[in-house]
């Protein structure tokens, strides 16, 4: 069985149907066939990877730097009032394409899009409980952030295991 080839690595090489408006050899940026607004851009790396968590560092500082200028261009170029800059990660979060993508979206006042979600309340319990949970990992962000703050020495992160990771195995059981 062959899988079909990944729509976004296709793009970055040049192949397919997409409106190309960037590409640089590391990052790809192609009008949506299927926009949430007129004028959505989507900007990928052009390397495969599957999810948020997989991007480097330096790749993704790269996407970021490239879907800054594409949003300031949005504003002049469409006359957008606003943007969304969107990471859609992983299926239930709505990921459309097996590979990373963000989305940029022009936006103007009362164009129809609404992305104001009901609060919720939550108690001080119920809150301090998920506050817990978080710090119980903070030593493993804190340990991250070290390893970037030269000269220390530099510990190798774990690297993410395509098989062995929930998020990544999540993605590719979809419709399994
Ligand atoms: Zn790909």
């Known amino acids: 069985m062959t899988e079909a080839p990944c729509e976004i690595c296709t793009i970055a090489r040049g192949g397919g149907r997409a409106k190309v408006l960037y590409n640089d050899g590391k990052v790809v940026a192609f009008l949506s066939e299927k926009p949430a607004v007129p004028g959505h851009i989507i900007v990928a790396p052009s390397e495969h990877f599957t999810i948020f968590e997989q991007v480097s ?18 504003f002049e170029a469409l006359q957008a009032q606003g943007t969304n800059i969107i990471i859609n990660n992983g299926v239930p979060a709505g990921q459309e394409f097996g590979h990373f993508t963000l989305s940029i979206l022009p ?9 104001l979600w009901p609060q919720k309340t939550m108690s001080e319990e119920e809150l301090s409980t998920v506050e817990l949970h978080l710090k119980e990992y903070s030593t493993t962000m804190h340990a991250h952030a070290e390893e970037h703050a030269p000269p220390k020495e530099q510990k190798k992160l774990k690297q993410i295991d395509k098989k062995d990771d929930l998020r990544v195995r999540h993605y590719m059981n979809r419709g399994a």
């Open 57 to 74: 560092e330096q790749t993704l500082a790269h996407c970021t730097k490239v879907t800054n200028r594409i949003s300031t261009s949005v």
């Open 107 to 115: 936006r103007k006042q009362n164009d129809g899009l609404n992305f």
